[in-house]
């Protein structure tokens, strides 16, 4: 059994649970250790059991929490060594067993769970967002990226569950009270993906077979979780697809754990 669960999302912090059998996986965890915690906890997950914490890039909504679970509960971190580097502060102090390397575009494996951490265009020093197989499904993360373009298509078709970002609706962060260089670095290249991008995405990988998808990282400022669902759901049905027939479509929470998917 695969429960892959978001425990908080959003530009205020990130983390997502999976698991398969023993195998226990945390993807980001920029939260508080405390936060992080408790959510585990509503979801009945202890942290002791974790196998490992992943992170996806060193912005602090992704990495905050990270060395106080690896210290409290002797929970190895796995990130690429430019990531590493670029959050030793925030992570701070880790012991060097629980110091994991990879590469990205190289798979490795966490137990049973095959991992495979692919690049995705954002500004931080090397993001990824990560492809899980396990017990023959494919279940991908892909938050913080500025851009779709073919490359990254390739690695997030053929998921059977996926997170993708939804950050912000355009006309609300053009309107919005951010100064123009944030809002030039959210819409940029390497900045978040918006609704309607997700949606474009979204109506793509239906069409390839994808049945599951979460929306994620919400901004704040710059959207909200109806305004999202609405949007991506407006753009499939241009596609003729139907979301209580076709697919599943949900919002990630940003303060508390979302509903498990469990297959
Ligand atoms: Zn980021
Ligand atoms: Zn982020």
């Known amino acids: 059994m695969i429960k892959f669960c978001s425990l908080y999302s959003g530009s205020s912090g990130n983390s997502i649970f999976l698991s398969s ?15 992080i915690i408790e959510a585990l906890s509503s979801i009945g997950e202890n942290p002791t059991e ?3 914490v992943l992170i996806s890039h060193e912005h602090i909504d992704h990495s905050r929490g990270a060395g106080i679970i690896s210290r409290k509960f002797d929970i190895p971190i796995y990130a690429n060594l430019n990531t590493w580097n670029a959050m030793e ?16 575009g190289s798979g490795f494996e966490i137990g049973n769970i095959f991992v495979n951490p692919f690049p995705i265009p954002h500004d931080a020093v090397e993001p990824v967002g990560f492809n899980f197989f396990v017990e023959n499904k494919k279940i991908t ?6 851009h779709m373009n073919r490359q990254l298509l390739t690695y997030i078709e053929g998921s059977d569950v996926l997170l993708l970002e939804s950050n912000h609706d355009v006309e609300m962060l053009k ?15 390497r900045g978040h993906l918006s609704n ?6 979204v109506a793509y990988l239906a069409q390839k077979g994808t049945r599951r998808f979460v929306l994620g990282h919400l901004s704040r400022e710059n959207n909200f979780p109806e305004l999202a669902y ?3 759901k407006n753009i499939l049905k241009e596609k003729s697809i139907d979301i209580a027939k076709d697919i599943m479509l949900s919002v990630a929470s940003r303060g508390q754990a979302s509903e498990a998917v469990v297959i």
Do not use: H
């Open 21 to 35: 059998g023993k195998t226990k996986i945390l993807i980001d965890s920029g939260l508080s250790g405390k936060k």
């Open 50 to 52: 974790l196998s490992a």
């Open 89 to 104: 502060s925030t992570v701070g102090p880790v012991c060097s067993n629980n110091k994991i390397y990879f590469n990205t």
């Open 141 to 146: 993360t892909a938050t913080d990226i500025g």
């Open 175 to 189: 309107m919005g009270k951010y100064p123009w260089s944030l809002k030039k670095r959210i819409m940029g290249d």
């Open 196 to 201: 309607e991008m997700a949606g474009k995405v």
């Open 230 to 232: 609405q949007t991506v």
